[in-house]
């Protein structure tokens, strides 16, 4: 996938989950190599909303703006915990309150290794 379409539509997504109140904390885009895959790894406010009432949210903003966030689907998207080991180390590597575009690569983060990222938001 092409990092400026996901770029795009992460920071939309985001953007959309900030003016409904339920802005995440942490933003960042993941690549799984075995897969293929990317996932947009996302930290709710706290208190956490229940996965199912934050999950519908995404999938509704999706629905509602597919024309512009073309390149990611719901199920694209992982609620992570803000005591993930390697979200920890996300806090100590970026430090962007509103949105960024922090492209890293064969990134080691307190032993957790992401092949590539790519930091939207770091506001822990």
């Excluded at 406010?45 to 509704?60: A, C, G, L």
Aim: glycine fraction near 4%; charged fraction near 25%.
């Amino acid at each position: 996938m092409d990092p400026t379409v996901l770029v795009r539509a992460g920071q939309l997504l985001v953007k959309k989950l900030d003016e409904t109140g339920a802005a995440p904390r942490v933003a960042l885009w993941v690549h799984n190599v075995e897969t293929n895959t990317w996932k947009l790894w996302l930290v709710p406010r706290n208190p956490p909303p229940s996965p199912s009432d934050f999950y519908r949210k995404v999938s509704e903003i999706i629905r509602a703006n597919r024309t512009e966030m073309t390149g990611v689907e719901a199920a694209d998207v992982e609620l992570k915990s803000e005591k993930h080991v390697a979200i920890e180390g996300v806090r100590m590597l970026v430090r962007a309150e509103g949105l960024a575009n922090a492209h890293f690569v064969n990134t080691t983060i307190n032993g957790f290794y992401f092949p590539e990222m790519i930091v939207l938001r770091s506001a822990l």
